[in-house]
């Protein structure tokens, strides 16, 4: 076995700035329009674009980034400026892609999508508000202001969730945004400065107003709506009782393994590995 095929064993997604392999008609195209994935329809399912597809289409691209590259293949993002009114075309919201397309390419959009982001969003210098332009490297993806030479980096912004148990119960709330009877576990940005551990004692005490311990290492999720980063834990409960803040939560209680049984719907975010993990050691 060789030294390529072996990275793509161990890591079959390489993030890289430039192609890592000579550029060609079965590379991957990420393509958004309003915020929508491109995806072809071949027979009953659908499929990712390659760039002779794209190239046939013949239409307008901007804001296109180099991935990297999946299982040997050159990933591409960017955006479309024209309308695509082709038959066998379809744009799908990012979110309804794991149930549609499963999770390789809902990981592989997710983290187009960030990039696009990332670029959309600082087209100006944060410094001077000159342009900026993006560093001619292969190993650093860096905008850089044309004026005072300001220079930023792709950003993931972390929040943490948290599975909390009481002896054979879990902890499960209902944020205001969310539709009647579902419920999750407990979950918040983190704040400039603040560890993961320290930020689930805050927003599970300002949220539900109890005190917790054994804060636990659980996993981890981009959650790229536009850049974020789920950091997940599991914690036990230590004192106080639920009074929720009404200003997120509007609802919490303590849940037995029925019961959330019954709350349960899997999807593919970390709080279903929560839900999961919590189904299966309780
Ligand atoms: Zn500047």
Redesign the pocket.
Known sequence: MNKESNIRNYIPFEPSVKPLYKENDKDYWYLFKDNKLMMLKEEDKLILPRWKDVNELNVSLYNIQHMGADCGCNCHCGEIEDDVEVYGIEFLDLKALPEIVGEKIYSLASKANLLLNWLKLNRC?G????ATYKKDSYTERALV?S????TTWPRTSPAVIVAITKGDKLLLARNKQFPNRVYSCVAGFVEYGETFEECVKREVYEEVGIKIKNIKYFGSQPWPFPNSMMIGFTAEYLEGDIKVDGEEIVHAGWFSKDEVEKMYRESISINSELIEWFLKNH
């Open positions: 210098c410094i001077c508000g000159s202001c004026n005072c030479g300001n």
